[in-house]
């Protein structure tokens, strides 16, 4: 449940300029967390492309990140495109982007793509080694890097084709304005599952 965005909303007057300004702030706040969420969804396409990603990691319903998710999340908030957006916490609230800030939709969102390359068990270390080489997240920031060095020393990325299913089908989106795919089921790869991803992926 998105606590911040809950406890905003009823903040909407009646008079025409605090409308105005509360839906303004609503929509900023969609451009930002769909900013982040269509960064990680260009990784997954990028290594889809190069074969390291298919498909099939959508089809299982996405739910809470566990040990092994969250030690691959923290790897991922090394690269500079995620590492600024985490930076922002570090500010007053008057230099966020907008009243609803918190870093808990970015970790969200790299945890969805920590899992996806979890449940691709053969690649796990491809998928990272892509990442890094391609420069699809930008270069590593070294402060960063360092961090996580301490905080994860010795923890080895498991492959699961089973990380982070959701028990009981899909469960409520993490935050207001997630959008990325999972838990598509049985559909037919070649006739469903790849003409949803092209269609979805025009409009983006």
């Known amino acids: 449940m998105d606590i911040g965005v809950l ?3 009823p903040r909407t007057g009646i008079q025409d300029a605090t409308l105005q300004r509360d839906i303004g702030d609503r929509l900023t706040i969609l451009y ?3 900013r982040i969420q269509l960064c990680v969804l260009e ?3 990028g290594l889809h492309r190069k074969g ?4 099939e990691a959508l089809r299982k319903p996405w739910g809470a990140c566990g040990e092994n998710c969250d030690v691959l999340s923290q790897r991922l908030m090394v690269f500079e495109e995620v590492h600024k957006e985490m930076e922002m916490d570090m500010k007053p609230p008057e230099q966020q982007p907008h009243p609803c800030w918190d870093r ?3 970790i969200h969102t790299l945890e969805w793509l920590a899992t996806m390359i979890i449940r691709e068990c053969k690649y796990v270390n491809e998928g990272i080694e892509e990442i890094e080489n391609s420069g699809m997240m930008r270069r590593r920031n070294e402060a960063a890097w360092q961090t996580y060095q301490t905080w994860c020393a ?7 084709p089973e990380e982070s299913v ?3 089908g899909l469960p ?6 997630f959008w990325l795919p999972h838990g598509l089921g049985n559909i037919p790869r070649k006739e469903k599952l790849g003409g949803l991803w092209r269609s979805m992926w025009k409009v983006l």
Do not use: E, H
């Open 7 to 9: 406890n905003y909303w």
């Open 32 to 34: 930002y967390r769909g």
């Open 43 to 45: 990784v997954f396409m």
């Open 52 to 55: 390291v990603l298919s498909l």
């Open 104 to 106: 808990l939709t970015t």
């Open 154 to 160: 010795g923890q080895k990325i498991k492959c699961n």
């Open 166 to 168: 959701a028990d009981g």
């Open 172 to 177: 409520d989106p993490p935050f207001f304005g």
